[in-house]
């Protein structure tokens, strides 16, 4: 059965299995200590997982001043789960956490193959603006 769930603070195993999704989006760094990943999931506003037979396959989660502002961030799927709406579901889950907060501005960074998504769920490109970020 899957399930939309909220994480606060991760057990072992879910600390190891969100390691799992962002080592298969690429995003993984082998030096990382899992103790960065628990702390990214303990400082998110939100932080939500699509459990499907307790297995963690897609996650994602928000970032913000808990009062105005707010990031959707890393929204991953594994591979073999994409196409069944599951990011779509964990999004709508998101920005309603982020409307009943009260954010009034909500935007992310979109990879092109995921834009169509996040148009789909009302997201817009923000005509004038740049994305920008120190390098490494």
């Given at each position: 059965?899957?399930?939309?769930?909220?994480?606060?603070?991760?057990?072992?195993?879910?600390?190891r299995?969100?390691?799992?999704?962002?080592?298969?989006?690429?995003?993984?760094?082998?030096t990382?200590k899992?103790?960065?990943?628990?702390?990214?999931?303990?400082?998110?506003?939100?932080?939500?997982?699509?459990?499907?037979?307790?297995?963690i396959?897609?996650?994602?989660?928000?970032?913000?001043?808990?009062?105005?502002?707010?990031?959707?961030?890393?929204?991953?799927?594994?591979?073999?789960?994409?196409g069944?709406g599951?990011?779509a579901?964990?999004?709508?889950?998101?920005?309603?956490r982020?409307?009943?907060?009260?954010?009034?501005?909500?935007?992310l960074?979109a990879?092109?193959?995921?834009?169509?998504?996040?148009?789909?769920?009302?997201?817009?490109?923000?005509?004038?603006?740049?994305?920008?970020?120190?390098?490494?």
């Open positions: 059965m899957l399930r939309y769930l909220p994480v606060k603070t991760p057990t072992a195993s879910q600390l299995q969100i390691m799992a999704l962002y080592d298969a989006a690429g995003w993984h760094d082998k990382d899992p103790s960065r990943y628990r702390n990214m999931v303990r400082g998110s506003q939100h932080f939500a997982v699509a459990e499907l037979d307790g297995t396959i897609a996650m994602g989660r928000a970032i913000g001043d808990g009062a105005n502002d707010a990031y959707i961030q890393d929204v991953f799927v594994l591979p073999v789960h994409r069944r599951i990011a579901k964990l999004l709508k889950t998101l920005l309603a982020l409307k009943k907060d009260g954010m009034r501005w909500t935007g960074i990879d092109k193959r995921a834009a169509g998504l996040y148009h789909r769920l009302g997201l817009r490109p923000m005509k004038g603006f740049v994305p920008m970020r120190l390098p490494k």
